[in-house]
């Protein structure tokens, strides 16, 4: 069973600093893990629509309408963590509101996924990665480490999105009504 602290500790042992059996431990090296720890898992979360972390939801509008511009507006979903893709083309965001002139969205999205179970194995390693870039200068004061590890949490992201793009079916990369694809195929 993967845990936060599992994680963190493996970050650690990157930076070759002590582990931690809790982030409630009374050590500045937990205390340093439990800051990091959730806004760095979200940072990646935003930085790659990874697979494990993606829902659909559609969306009914709110009663209050914008004050102008837009006929509609909808609740974002509280765990948004970025949107990837939303039935129409024509909208806004604005603060946890989506506006738009359409009365019906569908939305496909990050969400905030805290159960470290259900991670990528891959992105299991980018935050580790991640975690010892960010903790490595304040634990061990090597800023060099720490450029390292970001450096190798980047090339692990792409290595990320290549796999992820081998997994989309190719008839996903082409609208229905593809002018192309019609016009060649019939």
Do not use: W
Request: aromatic share 10%; with cysteine; proline share 3%.
């Amino acid at each position: 069973m993967t845990t936060k602290v599992d994680i963190s500790n493996q970050a650690l042992s990157l930076i070759g600093a002590d582990s931690i059996t809790s982030f409630d431990d009374k050590t500045s090296i937990a205390r340093r893990m439990k800051g990091l720890y959730d806004t760095s898992r979200k940072a990646l979360l935003r930085l790659h629509p990874f697979n494990f972390a993606t829902k659909r939801i559609k969306l009914s509008p709110l009663t209050q309408k914008p004050d102008f511009g837009y006929e509609y507006q909808y609740q974002l979903p509280n765990d948004l963590i970025r949107l990837i893709s939303a039935s129409t083309e024509e909208y806004v965001l604005e603060t946890d509101k989506l506006l738009t002139n359409d009365s019906a969205i569908e939305l496909i999205y990050v969400f905030d996924n805290t159960n470290e179970e259900t991670f990528d194995p891959l992105f299991t390693e980018c935050l580790i990665l991640y975690l010892a870039s960010k903790a490595a200068k304040p634990i061990t004061g090597s800023q060099g480490a720490g450029e390292s590890f970001y450096i190798q949490a980047q090339d692990l992201i792409k290595q990320v999105k290549a796999v992820q793009a081998q997994e989309v079916l190719s008839i996903q990369f082409f609208k229905e009504d593809d002018y192309t694809l019609t016009r060649r195929y019939g």
